[in-house]
């Protein structure tokens, strides 16, 4: 399982485009990088998934790099809700031991 | 409603007497996992399980034991509670064993607050 590395928080602000960014350089050819969502006091949400270049969904976009040791999950025109703690996870779809890091907390300011 | 249940929600109990926290996903799934949050710690995972029958040890297995003998269930057991088993336990649930190239999704509970006193 390759590990991750992420801003341990990040604030912004209501109507702005939020990146973050997650480092994994030691990701394996066949590894996909996820990202979830967590609430305070809530389970993590399953956000976007990708394997190269980008991925886009109704809720966020994921772009990678070629040499996909790193990625970025963009959060466009934030609002208050916004507000919680993402993360990048990195494995393979056949992975059985699924690895949370400590993710990033994000704070969305008015 | 595809969803993850688990109960109890939330609970006190005391040191040394044993307790169970249910988990029940009616989603089919194969894979089926728990995880213990603690401030700062991030998610750890406890225990996971492939399939019926098959369950494994994750980061964090020491005080707990799980069991699968129904597809859609997945108990964590806590033999003798101690209170640093004081936590928020999560169960999650996913197709991840199953196969399909779009699988990747894991589908949480609502968490169990859990008291050791």
């Known amino acids: 399982l390759a590990k991750t590395t992420q801003p341990i928080s990040m604030d912004s602000y209501e109507g702005q485009e939020v990146n973050i960014t997650c480092s994994h350089n030691?990701?394996?050819?066949?590894?996909?990088i996820t990202w979830y969502q967590q609430f305070p006091s809530q389970g993590p949400r399953f956000i976007i998934q990708g394997y190269k270049t980008k991925v886009t969904n109704e809720v966020a976009s994921l772009f990678i790099p070629a040499d996909r040791k790193s990625s970025t999950l963009s959060l466009p025109r934030v609002s208050l809700s916004d507000t919680a703690v993402y993360y990048c996870l990195v494995g393979d779809i056949w992975d059985d031991k699924i690895i949370f890091g400590k993710g990033t907390r994000l704070h969305i300011l008015p | 409603e595809a969803q993850v249940t688990q109960n109890p929600r939330y609970l006190i109990t005391v040191t040394g007497k044993k307790l169970t926290v249910t988990c029940s996903q009616n989603m089919n799934h194969e894979y089926m996992s728990w995880y213990r949050q603690d401030p700062g710690l991030g998610l750890r995972q406890i225990y996971y399980s492939m399939n019926v029958e098959v369950t494994d040890k994750g980061d964090v297995p020491e005080g707990y034991k799980v069991s699968r003998k129904e597809k859609r269930n997945f108990p964590l057991i806590l033999e003798s509670p101690s209170p640093n088993q004081t936590s928020l336990y999560f169960c999650a649930s996913s197709l991840l064993a199953s196969g399909r190239a779009s699988a990747g999704e894991l589908f949480f509970g609502e968490g169990s607050r859990l008291t050791v006193l």
């Open positions: 030691n990701i394996a050819t066949n590894d996909y």
